[in-house]
């Protein structure tokens, strides 16, 4: 058996041309641009590229994008009131603040500062709780674009045997949370887990989101279970030249691409979906704020 390749840059494309043309609908049927506001506090090189690329992709599918760049040392009252007055802002319906922040920020108190219906990274507690108990919610952006490739490749999920390795807040707990919502039934593993490899081979469905590279080998893998690799992970790749690395992702690519139909490659998979999505959530923000229709497939 060779594994259908899920292809999430050709995938995330086609997210991003259904945002840009539900944001021209909004422009000319309504006068309304949504809006994404970016802080970046600190000079982490990759927090900068991503960051670019948010506000790149942005503008692409026509919102307005606004990046906010702070010092290294700025102080935890001015980073707060600079969310506070994009809370105010009508013209604002997405913030993002970048993570990691510095060590002297405060991460959940910056999170929780975010007006919850502007919170296009689904992080603050109340989107948390939303999701939760299945209610409306923003929902984070790469277990949604993870839920997005499943349903267009099963259609339906309900009734299928879903394994979830890892359990953080911002992968693996509001992926299972989905994964629940789409009537799987759904066990969350991780690195402690018991006969882990037991409970990954009944799986029809398999998200690894545990952040350890190639952890989970082909043998692992039900035949014909579709793979999610949400882990990327920088190796040494001396055979490349010195200095070169190369990515991987938690799931060992070759042996389980033998085993499984269907699998997301790193990179090239979950990735590019990650930013789809932030667009896809800051317009059903927008929308949500102007009591506008929501756009379809786009949200859960």
Known sequence: MSAEILDGKAFAAKVRAKVADHVGRLKAA??????LAVVLVGEDAASQVY?????KLTVEVGMNSHTHKLDVDTPEVDLLALIKQLNNDADIHGILVQLPLPKHLN???????IDPAKDVDGFHISNVGLLGTGQKSMVPCTPLGCLMMLREHHGSLSGLDAVVIGRSNIVGKPMAQLLLGDSCTVTIAHSRTRDLADVVRR??????AVGRPEMVPGDWIKPGATVIDVGINRLDAPERGIGKTRLVGDVDFASASAVAGAITPVPGGVGPMTIACLLANTLTACCRANGVAEPEGLTV
């Open 51 to 55: 960051v670019r690329s948010k506000g």
């Open 107 to 113: 991460e959940a108190l910056v999170i929780n500062s």
């Open 30 to 35: 309504h006068g309304i641009t949504p809006g």
């Open 203 to 208: 799986a029809d469905i398999v998200v690894a």
